[in-house]
């Protein structure tokens, strides 16, 4: 059976964010964690999301690893391939956003891409090529401040043009109101122009399925989980996917014990740490000591065996962005970053074997490197815990686990207690 859609995704909470959105949208989907195996069972599915790890990568790995997936997705019969990005745009003027798009644009044979971060159910809509975060231009929100990939620029033409090797244009909200005719050819026009991508204005759902309609009609396109949608939701109309009869299910309960990890230092995600203070135990992370050796992930994992027994904990890396840029001021961003992703992976391994198998991350660096420690290569999807946030269940090894793998904008403030809720 082919896949009706593909998708690679630049991180492991976006995959998931994705394959939540597709699953809703009425596409039968599977995430895996990098290339799965060849042996896969995809009997049944519509929709395949690949979860890589290559945001902030070295940009020749990034278009490696992307061009790898790309195939695999193709080799099983997917015509449409979508790329997906953060819905904040998550990238540096080196790439690697445009660089991944120009490969696999390329490998599809295709003039030109359509590419939107658009989102509106999480607040980020696009307007004469411009991002916006709720009511303010990306640049002006807090997400400016990413500690890898801060964003400065919100007009995405502009910035999408610094990343790639093609003139980049714009599908403006005029034309997008027109319909995915209209969006059509203002496409073939810009490709007539010599240009190779193009931003796409969208406010509203609405916005999106017109734009689902007209990626469509090429193979290949790059968005976040709002264009999803509208491939979803166009595929199904278009005959070529069948809704599925039941909501998302993850099968029998999983039991075992329960626990969090936070390394996201977003605004949502601390406010989400001190809700968790109320309802369960929480130990902060000391960020000297973790760069300075084993010590502090050995107390940290001494701390959870003697609590965790009688109930949820949650251990955070997560700290003040002021914080943040004093210790990269002092140690070097990469070193502090990778450190602390580290020691989380390390606690989730150790927590694990203590018996955790109900595990919730917030952050995309940090689920990735939990991830990857755990060695966990493919999810079920289950009910949606926040908007974008599904529950997924572990597929083809040992004990199955229950996760939540969130960005770390996600969620409302009681995210960690309603995640173990649905997380049986």
Same mark, same amino acid.
């Given at each position: 059976?082919?896949?009706?859609?593909?998708?690679?995704?630049?991180?492991?909470?976006?995959?998931?964010?994705?394959?939540?959105?597709?699953?809703?949208?009425?596409?039968?989907?599977?995430?895996?964690?990098?290339?799965?195996?060849?042996?896969?069972?995809?009997?049944?599915?519509?929709?395949? +999301?690949?979860?890589?790890?290559?945001?902030?990568?070295?940009?020749?790995?990034?278009?490696?690893?992307?061009?790898?997936?790309?195939?695999?997705?193709?080799?099983?019969?997917?015509?449409?391939?979508?790329?997906?990005?953060?819905?904040?745009?998550?990238?540096?003027?080196? !790439?690697?956003?445009?660089? +991944?798009?120009?490969?696999?644009?390329?490998?599809?044979?295709?003039?030109?891409?359509?590419?939107?971060?658009?989102?509106?159910?999480?607040?980020?809509? +696009?307007?004469?090529?411009?991002?916006?975060?709720?009511?303010?231009?990306?640049?002006?929100?807090?997400?400016?401040?990413?500690?890898?990939?801060?964003?400065?620029?919100?007009?995405?033409?502009?910035?999408?043009?610094?990343?790639?090797?093609?003139?980049?244009?714009?599908?403006?909200?005029?034309?997008?109101?027109?319909?995915?005719?209209?969006?059509?050819?203002?496409?073939?026009?810009?490709?007539?122009?010599?240009?190779?991508?193009?931003?796409?204005?969208?406010?509203?759902?609405?916005?999106?399925?017109?734009?689902?309609?007209?990626?469509?009609?090429?193979?290949?396109?790059?968005?976040?989980?709002?264009?999803?949608?509208?491939?979803?939701?166009?595929?199904?109309?278009?005959?070529?996917?069948?809704?599925?009869?039941?909501?998302?299910?993850?099968?029998?309960?999983?039991?075992?014990?329960?626990?969090?990890?936070?390394?996201?230092?977003?605004?949502?995600?601390?406010?989400?740490?001190?809700?968790?203070?109320?309802?369960?135990?929480?130990?902060?992370?000391?960020?000297?000591?973790?760069?300075?050796?084993?010590?502090?992930?050995?107390?940290?994992?001494?701390?959870?065996?003697?609590?965790?027994?009688?109930?949820?904990?949650?251990?955070?890396?997560?700290?003040?962005?002021?914080?943040?840029?004093?210790?990269?001021?002092?140690?070097?961003?990469?070193?502090?970053?990778?450190?602390?992703?580290?020691?989380?992976?390390?606690?989730?391994? !150790?927590?694990?074997? $203590?018996?955790?198998? $109900?595990?919730?991350?917030?952050?995309?660096?940090?689920?990735?490197? +939990?991830?990857?420690?755990?060695?966990?290569?493919?999810?079920?999807?289950?009910?949606?815990?926040?908007?974008?946030?599904?529950?997924?269940?572990?597929?083809?090894?040992?004990?199955?686990?229950?996760?939540?793998?969130?960005?770390?904008?996600?969620?409302?403030?009681?995210?960690?207690?309603?995640?173990?809720?649905?997380?049986?």
């Amino acid at each position: 059976m082919s896949l009706a859609l593909g998708s690679v995704a630049d991180d492991y909470t976006g995959a998931s964010d994705l394959a939540n959105t597709l699953t809703k949208g009425g596409l039968r989907t599977v995430q895996t964690i990098g290339i799965p195996a060849d042996d896969l069972d995809l009997a049944g599915i519509d929709a395949v +999301v690949v979860a890589l790890k290559t945001r902030s990568i070295p940009v020749g790995e990034a278009v490696s690893r992307s061009r790898a997936a790309e195939a695999w997705l193709r080799g099983r019969g997917a015509a449409h391939v979508l790329f997906k990005i953060c819905s904040t745009f998550d990238s540096t003027d080196a !790439g690697n956003i445009g660089p +991944v798009m120009d490969a696999l644009r390329g490998e599809a044979g295709e003039a030109i891409a359509l590419v939107t971060p658009a989102f509106p159910e999480t607040g980020r809509t +696009v307007y004469q090529g411009n991002l916006f975060v709720g009511a303010v231009p990306l640049n002006e929100s807090p997400l400016k401040d990413h500690p890898l990939n801060p964003m400065r620029d919100a007009n995405l033409v502009r910035v999408l043009a610094r990343q790639s090797a093609s003139p980049v244009g714009l599908v403006d909200f005029a034309t997008v109101v027109r319909g995915h005719e209209a969006v059509a050819k203002r496409l073939d026009a810009l490709a007539a122009e010599g240009v190779g991508a193009a931003i796409a204005d969208a406010v509203t759902e609405a916005d999106l399925e017109t734009l689902g309609r007209a990626a469509l009609a090429h193979r290949v396109s790059v968005g976040a989980s709002g264009l999803g949608l509208g491939l979803a939701r166009a595929l199904v109309a278009a005959g070529r996917a069948c809704a599925p009869d039941s909501a998302a299910d993850v099968g029998a309960p999983v039991g075992g014990l329960a626990a969090c990890l936070a390394g996201s230092c977003s605004q949502a995600t601390l406010g989400q740490i001190a809700a968790a203070e109320a309802v369960m135990p929480v130990r902060r992370l000391d960020p000297e000591r973790v760069l300075a050796g084993d010590a502090e992930i050995e107390a940290a994992l001494a701390w959870a065996g003697e609590r965790v027994g009688t109930g949820p904990i949650l251990i955070a890396s997560s700290a003040e962005p002021e914080t943040v840029r004093t210790l990269q001021a002092r140690y070097g961003g990469d070193r502090v970053g990778h450190a602390l992703e580290d020691a989380l992976a390390r606690i989730a391994e !150790g927590l694990n074997a $203590r018996g955790v198998r $109900r595990l919730v991350v917030a952050g995309g660096e940090t689920s990735g490197a +939990v991830v990857d420690r755990l060695g966990l290569r493919a999810f079920q999807l289950g009910p949606e815990i926040a908007a974008g946030v599904p529950v997924l269940r572990t597929l083809g090894q040992g004990d199955p686990m229950l996760l939540a793998l969130k960005s770390g904008n996600f969620g409302g403030r009681d995210f960690f207690a309603r995640a173990l809720d649905l997380m049986l």
